[in-house]
């Protein structure tokens, strides 16, 4: 089994933080103040593509340390 560097690991932490911080706004937005919103709506819309970008980005990050370890 292959040991992974802590340090690159860490590298991930902000984008956990953001993936947080994009659900919890989701929540907050969802709030009936602002049901009337369509800004609030497209925000709502938007934070599963936001997510999924996030997520392509870790795959990339992930990728290349892999590849540093390689070497």
Same mark, same amino acid.
């Given at each position: 089994?292959?040991?992974? +560097?802590?340090? /690159?690991e %860490?590298?991930?932490?902000?984008? @956990?933080? =953001?993936?947080? !911080? @994009?659900? =919890?706004?989701?929540?907050? =937005?969802?709030?009936?103040?602002?049901?009337? +919103?369509?800004? &609030?709506?497209?925000?709502? &819309?938007? @934070?599963?593509? %936001?997510?999924? &970008? !996030? !997520? @392509? !980005? &870790?795959?990339?990050?992930?990728? /290349?340390?892999? /590849?540093q370890?390689?070497?």
């Open positions: 089994m292959k040991t992974h +560097s802590k340090r /690159k %860490l590298i991930m932490m902000p984008l @956990l933080l =953001i993936t947080i !911080v @994009l659900c =919890i706004g989701g929540h907050y =937005i969802l709030q009936p103040n602002y049901q009337d +919103s369509s800004i &609030a709506e497209y925000a709502l &819309a938007a @934070l599963p593509f %936001l997510m999924f &970008a !996030v !997520v @392509l !980005v &870790a795959i990339k990050l992930a990728i /290349k340390a892999d /590849k370890e390689d070497e």
